[in-house]
Nanobody, 119 residues
Framework: QVQLVESGGDLVQPGGSLGLSCAASGSIGSISTMGWYRQVPGKQRELVATITSGGSPTYADSMKGRFTISRDNAKNTVYLQMNSLKSEDTAVYYC?????????????WGQGTQVTVSS
């Protein structure tokens, strides 16, 4: 089992910046890829970015150039730096991880943190 706890959600003005953190605990040795998804009420949860244990990032097209995902394996923490925020970035942001136990992958979610972009 992996537990994920997000922090950093807040109210920010359009054009502003915000950083999110997600700390993993539990069976952290099994974690491979970590990432962020977001969800707006009434819509499907969508990918924001993922990062492998080796530090290779992948971004959704709409996030490229504005968002940066990073990871500190020593702290078991993944970060999301969001710049040039827009009102449409308002959502609950969820941390996600993929773990391999030698036989199959398991997927875990955090509880989510609210990001609101508004003036």
């Amino acid at each position: 089992q992996v537990q994920l706890v997000e922090s950093g959600g807040d109210l920010v003005q359009p054009g502003g910046s915000l950083g999110l953190s997600c700390a993993a605990s539990g069976s952290i040795g099994s974690i491979s890829t970590m990432g962020w998804y977001r969800q707006v009420p009434g819509k499907q949860r969508e990918l924001v970015a993922t990062i492998t244990s080796g530090g290779s990032p992948t971004y959704a097209d709409s996030m490229k150039g504005r968002f940066t995902i990073s990871r500190d394996n020593a702290k078991n923490t993944v970060y999301l730096q969001m710049n040039s925020l827009k009102s449409e970035d308002t959502a609950v942001y969820y941390c996600w991880s993929k773990s391999w136990n030698g036989r199959y992958y398991s997927y875990y979610w955090g509880q989510g943190t609210q990001v609101t972009v508004s003036s």
